[in-house]
């Protein structure tokens, strides 16, 4: 069992930046590849970037490919986001993943609670 506790959401102009962590306890973190998902309102859960387990692949959505940067800390049992250039339609709820494979982009092992992110015009 892995579990993945989200932070760093909140209110954020459009243009601003956010850093989103993610802190891992339980079975070895640096097992995983890990990815973050969000969900709009009225919308389905959709993947937004990943990392493999190592740190040395990384793969992002086209909507968020040159803003934003996945990166983790195996030493810290951490995962992060940094999310540039903030638009309106970034706004979600983000979800931390975890899967038992080389990246993950769908149907991940474990997932986090969630946290809000909402940027403002």
């Known amino acids: 069992q892995v579990q993945l506790v989200e932070s760093g959401g909140g209110l954020v102009q459009a243009g601003g930046s956010l850093r989103l962590s993610c802190a891992a306890s339980g079975r070895t973190f640096s097992s995983y590849a890990m990815g973050w998902f969000r969900q709009a309102p009225g919308k389905e859960r959709e993947f937004v970037a990943t990392?493999?387990?190592?740190?040395?692949?990384?793969y992002y959505a086209d909507s968020v490919k040159e803003r934003f940067t996945i990166s983790r800390d195996n030493a810290k049992n951490t995962l992060y986001l940094l999310m540039n250039s903030l638009k309106p339609e970034d706004t979600a709820v983000y979800y931390c993943a975890a899967g038992a494979r080389v990246i993950v982009t769908t149907s991940p092992d474990y997932w986090g609670q969630g946290t809000q992110v909402t940027v403002s015009s």
């Open positions: 990392i493999s387990r190592t740190g040395g692949s990384t």
